[in-house]
């Protein structure tokens, strides 16, 4: 298996990590202990993700729909709320990178004043990508950490305050509609995990 990819968004040093949480001393000879969980990739259904927000797809049977424009469109009705707190809503296009993969998970993220939605487009809308989410109130906890793949015709909108990953293409790059708060830079916290916590790695 490859080495995993450790993104340039977490200036910590991996070996001094593994100095700090991954080395013992047995009478003087120093034997190196690397601690690695691997996430279960799981399938994302509203289900699963209810927790987290909620799944964009035509399958899903907790809401209604039904047909409009004499017939020729069938509209699938409020599958998910928008929330902002004291600012408009704005669409906005994300263009993703990879980070590539297996990858390691060293942060995540959340926007606590309001929903966040990605939703493929363009040319590879029907590549597929994964979601990274964890409960936890003022950090993540990184026992609840769980990965899901969307499949072609699935996208997702995290509920305000739920942290998560950025966006984890699986190759090339990779183009979003995102429906979000007017003004993101006051609604983003991030947590970049701490030099004693296992690896935490996506493989993919």
Known sequence: MPAPVRPSYSGRDHAARRDQSGQRNLGGDIEEVYVMKKLKVEPLTQAAFAPFGDVL?????????????NGFTQRFHAISAVSA?????????????????????EMLERHPEGSQSFMPIGASAQAGFFVVVAEGKDAPDPGTIRAFAAEAGQGVNFAAGVWHHPNIVKSGAQQFLVVDRADPATNL????????????????
Do not use: K, M, Q
Request: net charge negative; hydrophobic share 35%.
């Open 189 to 204: 916290e991030e947590f970049h995990f701490p030099a004693d916590w296992e690896d935490i790695v996506l493989e993919g």
């Open 85 to 105: 707190r004291c600012e408009g809503v704005i669409l906005s296009i994300f263009e993703t990178r990879s980070f590539g993969l297996p990858l390691t998970i």
């Open 57 to 69: 797809e035509v399958g899903r049977t907790d809401h209604p729909s039904y047909p409009i424009n």
